[in-house]
């Protein structure tokens, strides 16, 4: 069964860090890009990251860009999320996505892991 | 990153057709045919509905179509039915090489 599983999200206070998981299973993980993608409480989706399927290339949101770090460990399937430095409006459901075909869409979704950033 | 602009709601009758807009500019729409469409319907994952403009992956109605023109990429649902229900996104591949959605268009059957 073709999967993707988030984990690690939780509540955090603002300025701390938290690390999130995203473990693929039932596809060859290796080929394929990974996006992540969150979406506020009662807000629309917004992309976060990307990885490429060989770790080559990265690229983030603005809102995101020096606090976030994406890497991936094709040897485990597992695509991480580091999130530093968080702030109130990176609360959100975070979930990690498949890219398609390299054209940026996204077939395969997890179920997603929710970050609450509150002090 | 502006994102990119759809309408916040549509509506139509069971059987009717409705199309959904979807907004860029010259950076995303415009440049790439790397526009998708997304259902979500709440407590759910968003489910792809369309991808490269106008591309159905396996499994999903024929009652789906997309298309473009310029800066602007559209949905187009036919034949409503009930279970369409649901919000709609849209999101396109930028020059900076990053991805942008719509703000979402919430659709109601009547």
């Not at chain 1, 430095?85 to 892991?113: K, M, P, V």
């Not at chain 2, 509506?11 to 440049?31: A, E, K, N």
């Not at chain 2, 023109?69 to 020059?95: F, K, M, P, R, V």
Request: proline share 3%; hydrophobic share 30%.
């Amino acid at each position: 069964q073709v999967q993707l599983v988030e984990s690690g999200g939780g509540v955090v206070q603002p300025g701390r860090s938290l690390r999130l998981s995203c473990a693929a299973s039932g596809f060859s993980f290796s080929t394929y890009t990974i996006h992540w993608v969150r979406q506020a409480p009662d807000k629309g989706l917004e992309w976060v990251t990307v990885i490429w399927y060989d770790g080559s290339n990265k690229y983030y949101a603005d809102s995101v860009k020096g606090r976030f770090t994406i890497s991936r460990d094709n040897s485990q399937n597992t695509v991480y999320l580091q999130m530093n430095s968080l702030r109130a409006e990176d609360t959100a459901l975070y979930y990690c996505a498949r890219d398609h075909s390299g054209g940026d869409a996204f077939d395969i979704w997890g179920q997603g892991t929710m970050v609450t950033v509150s002090s | 990153q502006s994102a990119l602009t759809q309408p916040a709601s549509v509506s139509g009758s069971p059987g009717q057709s409705i199309t959904i807009s979807c907004t860029g500019t010259s950076s995303d729409v415009g440049r790439y045919n790397y526009i998708s469409w997304y259902q979500w319907h709440p407590g759910k994952a968003p489910k792809l509905m369309i991808y490269d403009v106008s591309n159905r992956p396996s499994g999903v109605s024929n009652r789906f179509s997309g298309s473009k023109s310029g800066n602007t990429a559209s949905l187009t649902i036919s034949g409503l039915q009930t279970e369409d229900e649901a919000d709609y996104y849209c999101s396109s591949y930028t020059s900076s090489s990053t991805v942008v959605f719509g703000g979402g268009t919430k659709l109601t059957v009547l």
